[in-house]
């Protein structure tokens, strides 16, 4: 008799397990045939909720009764689980009754902002920054919202464009790996977790790289670059599973990527299969017509969706003339089905279906708003964020024997500033300014003084009197200066990156008090800073840190957290350097790296040394780590078989700290020029004083592989350097193998 039971249990099981994996492309298949060709085109119609615009709104409509009427697919731009329901209840007035998708740039955080990505990625701590997105994506699904316009998996090499604030740096590896966390973050265990958002990978592809840094710009690079260091992020992405892709709103090589078939059909639907859906970016379908690419609105519909475009956000040009483009045979209806079939999938796999107002839960979204672990998380990936970029006599971490603090600076006390940009907006904000971070820290032990001092770029000197008076009575001076979130981030390209002046001269005049002076950068791309590099004693590199940016930073600087982040963009020494990166290709008349050197007749500038200010891979700590006793497995590469390389890594100083290894390959000679190195492994180590550890790493196929000339992804024979290092200019240890084919 048990046994009896025991197998109907299964058969339950069974069959439970079969209702609860749906054949969602028989479902989407049964919508379609029941839709008007103006109601499939409805579907491919992104617009913008009006309550915060992130771009150009199209006007011309009614929101509400094109929403009543089955003319929106999905809207951005409204979010709360109130209001998300709201809208949705009239969607469900439409005559198929198809739910809406809730879009929106929740870009570093919801309800509590995080660490911008940039500052993120310097932790090089996948696990932090998939518990980050984690964070963001409770958040928002509780509050009614289905997708998120991120991770941006852009490389970029140059610190001029103000979006690298919102990206992982400048390394393709890395930025593959980081792509790959954040996606896992944002989608948790799967659509249809009521915890999990549309994770959406952009901007698809080369927005890195536009030309002079300038947002929005045109691209122009080989097909090769793009294959070898653009693409590679955006694969990865897909591989973990990406939802969706956003297109950009650059042109590469002539086409904008918006009407790009060789991107978006050619590699992503096609030779990747990518089976989610793209969305143009704010506007960009339309915005073909000014590229001189399209002649107008219904030009711009038809290329668009012809190159592989499925959804036309707060562009119009869908809703308003795709249907006569395929009643002019202008576009196949065919390639309408496959648009539309796609979004449907999406929102059958999330259950929208099902419960159309299953993520608009306000019990649930007050729930996680006010989860005491929010503030506890966002502290933790603010600190292992910070990066440490000298020390001179360890001046930190500060000691208990300091009486009076004097905090100074235009950034020392700005709540909005900490925020950074692209945060999503509050009425009121939660962010810990780095003099709550101190007081709270340090209470009635330590008296800290403040005085703004000035402001951040205008030329006025008058708080200068009373910031050097307070600083003569003070044991420390701790200065905040740096760019305000306006600064940096869309349309905040700069070609000037330098500290502004009036900055640079408080620095300089707190100096000449000879009081120790420690200097916190706060910023959203590497700045250039150089008098402050060479003669501040101790400069800390804080980013826009989000909510808990005060207490990190007050934890960094009392020692409570050993700073352990390393940069993921190459800090320039002077804008005449950009675009700068560590992983340049050689030439025939290679540039030397010895400081002061002559580099007549070689690459670079006579009037600058060819090393940037700080390197990639780059940031110090409160203890030192010694690498030694390289050993490889084998010295040749063969038949596919991986070698293991390992080394001893030693904490020779007296407190606790994390290391970020990192491995770094060179193919000596191959059909086409490489990099003088690449990264091709990381590991964050933690060791206490005096202890070590065996680190490995695996070289295997994809680590030795390169793309020749025909695009081809390939091993080639011959040597290959093996380098072990603490940043990419500082390599500890070094090996060489040679691959037999």
């Not at 119009?316 to 648009?339: F, H, R, S, T, W």
């Not at 800390?540 to 600087?557: F, H, K, P, R, S």
């Not at 290709?585 to 060819?610: C, E, M, Q």
């Amino acid at each position: 008799m048990k046994y009896f039971f025991f197998l109907f249990f299964l058969c339950e099981l069974s069959t439970t397990a079969e209702a609860q994996s749906p054949d969602f492309h028989r479902q989407v298949d049964s919508v379609l045939n029941l839709m008007t060709l103006d109601e499939k085109i409805g579907q491919l119609n992104q617009l913008s909720g009006k309550e915060e615009a992130t771009g150009p709104l199209s006007g011309g409509s009614n929101l509400l009764t094109d929403i009543r009427t089955g003319k929106v697919g999905s809207l951005l731009n409204a979010r709360g689980a109130k209001r998300t329901r709201e809208l949705q209840m009239l969607a469900m007035e439409s005559r198929l009754k198809i739910p809406l998708l809730f879009g929106l740039d929740v870009i570093h955080g919801y309800r509590t902002t995080l660490p911008i990505p940039l500052a993120e990625s310097c932790s090089w701590d996948l696990r932090l920054m998939e518990q980050s997105a984690r964070l963001a994506a409770i958040q928002a699904a509780s509050s009614g919202i289905h997708w998120t316009f991120a991770p941006m998996v852009d490389i970029s090499r140059d610190p001029r464009w103000g979006r690298v604030m919102e990206a992982a740096g400048e390394d393709p590896y890395l930025g593959s790996e980081i792509a790959k966390a954040r996606v896992k973050g944002f989608q948790g265990k799967g659509l249809g977790h009521t915890d999990a958002v549309m994770a959406c990978a952009k901007s698809f592809a080369a927005y890195g790289a536009p030309v002079g840094g300038r947002d929005y710009g045109s691209v122009d690079m080989s097909d090769r670059t793009l294959w070898q260091v653009y693409l590679p992020p955006f694969k990865a992405a897909l591989d973990a599973g990406a939802a969706t892709f956003m297109n950009g709103l650059n042109d590469l090589n002539g086409i904008p990527v918006t009407g790009n078939q060789y991107l978006q059909r050619d590699i992503l639907k096609g030779r990747w299969s990518f089976k989610g859906f793209i969305v143009s970016d704010w506007g960009s379908v339309r915005e073909m017509i000014a590229h001189g690419y399209a002649k107008d609105n219904y030009d711009a519909a038809a290329k668009a969706i012809s190159a592989g475009c499925d959804m036309d956000m707060e562009g119009k040009c869908y809703a308003g003339d795709l249907a006569q483009a395929v009643k002019d045979g202008k576009v196949p209806v065919e390639l309408i089905n496959d648009a539309v079939s796609r979004i449907l999938y999406k929102k059958f796999e999330m259950g929208l279906f099902d419960d159309p107002y299953r993520y608009c839960d306000e019990k649930r979204e007050s729930q996680t708003f006010n989860d005491p672990q929010n503030k506890a998380i966002a502290r933790d990936v603010a600190r292992k964020s910070i990066v440490l970029l000298k020390n001179e006599r360890d001046i930190l971490p500060l000691s208990n024997t300091v009486k009076t603090i004097a905090l100074i600076g235009p950034l020392a006390n700005s709540k909005k500033d900490m925020s950074g940009s692209w945060n999503v907006r509050w009425p009121e904000d939660n962010a810990v300014t780095v003099y709550d971070g101190l007081t709270k820290r340090l209470g009635d032990k330590v008296k800290v003084s403040y005085e703004k001092g000035c402001d951040v770029s205008d030329t006025s000197r008058a708080g200068f009197k009373s910031a050097l008076s307070m600083a003569r009575q003070s044991d420390i001076i701790i200065v905040s200066v740096g760019e305000t979130k306006e600064m940096s981030g869309e349309a905040k390209s700069r070609s000037d990156i330098t500290i502004p002046d009036v900055q640079e001269e408080l620095v300089k005049q707190l100096c000449a008090s000879g009081k120790p002076v420690i200097v916190l950068i706060s910023a959203g791309r590497p700045l250039v800073f150089n008098w402050i590099a060479d003669n501040v004693p101790v400069v800390l590199y804080t980013w826009w840190l989000g909510d808990e940016a005060g207490n990190a930073i007050a934890d960094v600087l009392f020692g409570d957290y050993n700073p352990s982040a390393k940069l993921t963009m190459t800090f320039p020494a002077s804008v005449g350097q950009i675009p700068v990166f560590y992983n340049y290709y050689s030439t025939g008349r290679p540039a030397s790296t010895v400081k002061g050197s002559n580099n007549n007749y070689r690459t670079g500038y006579i009037d600058l040394d060819f090393n940037p200010k700080y390197p990639f891979g780059y940031g110090l700590s409160y203890t030192s780590f010694k690498y030694s006793n390289l050993s490889l497995s084998d010295t040749s590469f063969k038949n596919d078989q991986s070698i293991n390389v390992s080394f001893r890594l030693t904490n020779t100083g007296h407190r606790f700290g994390e290391e970020i290894v990192q491995l770094y390959i060179r193919d000596k000679v191959a059909s086409v020029v490489q990099p003088v190195k690449a990264l091709k492994g990381f590991q964050k180590v933690k060791l206490g004083p005096g202890e070590s550890t065996q680190v490995n790493f695996k070289i295997d196929r994809a680590a030795l592989s390169i793309y020749n000339q025909n695009l081809e992804e390939v091993v080639e024979p011959g040597d290959f350097d093996i380098m072990i290092g603490a940043s990419s200019a500082d390599i500890r240890l070094q090996s060489k193998i040679h691959v037999i084919l």
